[in-house]
């Protein structure tokens, strides 16, 4: 009894002190959801063929070769740590975005490559499924809703057409288009 | 993931291998291969499993505080996976019905089948029936399988409270929890040694 008394003193103390713990400062966290909470702005981005976004497609070769976004490239997660993938991480001012089925592997591909210091890495809210409904499949709104609903949804059918009709066209091309990959610097090496 | 070493390095194989050990020995020396001492948190007499997954957690937050606080641990370098609410409560209600059932969880359940328990044994051998099950059903499943995900979501952040406050209320909850328990188990023990 004296000995759980004192392991409760204990504990609330400790409670205490982190109430009144000064918010530490880390390091500038970037959260996943920050840039892609807009859905229709990555889209958008994709359409308008936007330079500053490198989309990674952490599916396996299969899956990416069925669907996947313009530009893509493919790197399985289980190969996302190989040297030559590791080069695509390495991107000057552009926002490299994680995606897959869902977002497991995007968000554990995320904390891989930010331990690895990688920057500007972002994640696919709701990874594909949730694309597929907002952007592939939108919903008719309703009767009584804001023009900017329509608005949006005269987009995302207009992005659906886009992402479904001219697919098999995008396949080919991207085909011919080599992504510049950027070699990491090698280190000085010694001897003579 | 363990977020002190780069995931490149091979050692953070040997220390999760170690640390799997340290956990499966722990759980077994808490009792917790034993199904009676499980179940009996839902009977009320034994509230031993309530305690230590309390004690685990505060611990834990204490030590993540503390070490994010002195600069050894930085948040952002924990995997935090997605929640995914429908699944979620879905799945909490078939493993708590399984709990109650079978009499384990699906960790202390290999933990017993390690010391050779039978009933451990048939346990696991369900354990993957349902996998099975569910991997080929998977389509059935689907929609509340990918439905209602959340994203990278922290408690404190959804109440709108900070951290600190937070595991303020943790802790609190933990003592009330433990004195409460300790109460609850001494008057249902009494009652037990009159029959």
Redesign the interface.
Known sequence: MKK?IYI?FL??T???I????P??N??K?????EFLSKINKLAKSIIEKDPNIFLIDLREKEEFDKFSLSNAVNIPLKDL?KIDNLDYLEQENKKIVFYS????YS??AW??A???NYKNLYVL???L??WKKTILEPEYPKENADFKEFDLYEFRMGASQYFTGSGEKEKAKRKKKKVIKKRKKKEVEGGC | ?I?FF???DEITFVISFIIGIAFGFILEQAGFSSSRKLAGVFYGYDFVVVRVFFTAA?TTM?GL?FL??F?YL?????????TYIWATAVGGAIMGLGFIIGGFCPGTSVCALAIGKIDAMVFVAGIFIGAFIFGEAYPIFKDIY?EG?L??ILIYDTLGI????F??SM??I??IM??GS?FIQKKISKKEMKY
């Open positions: 759980y409760s504990t609330f400790f409670a205490i982190v109430a009144f713990l918010k530490q880390t390091k966290e970037l959260s996943p959801e740590l089925n869902g977002t497991t968000n554990q904390t891989i930010t331990r690895l809210k709701g990874g499924n949730n | 993931m977020p780069s995931p490149q505060i204490l505080i994010n606080y600069g930085n948040f952002s370098d924990i995997f935090i996976n997605s990918i995900n994203g990278r900070s951290q600190g406050t595991a303020f802790i609190l933990a003592l433990f004195w300790y």
